[in-house]
């Protein structure tokens, strides 16, 4: 119950943007959420649901970092690492 209310809580906040998530969904849900980052914009993340990326946006001027799957400001990581793995 706690799962499908995380998703339906994550699914009403989602942020719908034209870029694409880098990276793939796994067709079924883990333990933990599989968060991937955009192909673009530094700022937005996909929360992947059952095989399909959700996009979000993260908030006060924060960049998403893919190696701690948490937002972080600019000045703590370098531009969009998560691009050139």
Known sequence: MRKL????LLLLTATV??????????EEDGELPVLLPDDIH??????????V???FECQGGTFF???SNVCVF????????????
């Not at 943007?17 to 796994?26: M, R």
């Open 17 to 26: 943007l034209n870029a694409n998530p880098v990276g793939f969904c796994p």
């Open 42 to 51: 530094c700022e937005v993340f996909y929360v992947c649901d059952s095989g």
């Open 74 to 85: 600019p000045e703590d990581m370098a531009d969009c690492p998560c691009l050139y793995n």
């Open 65 to 67: 970092n893919c190696a």
């Open 53 to 55: 990326p959700v996009a």
């Open 5 to 8: 209310t995380l998703i339906l």
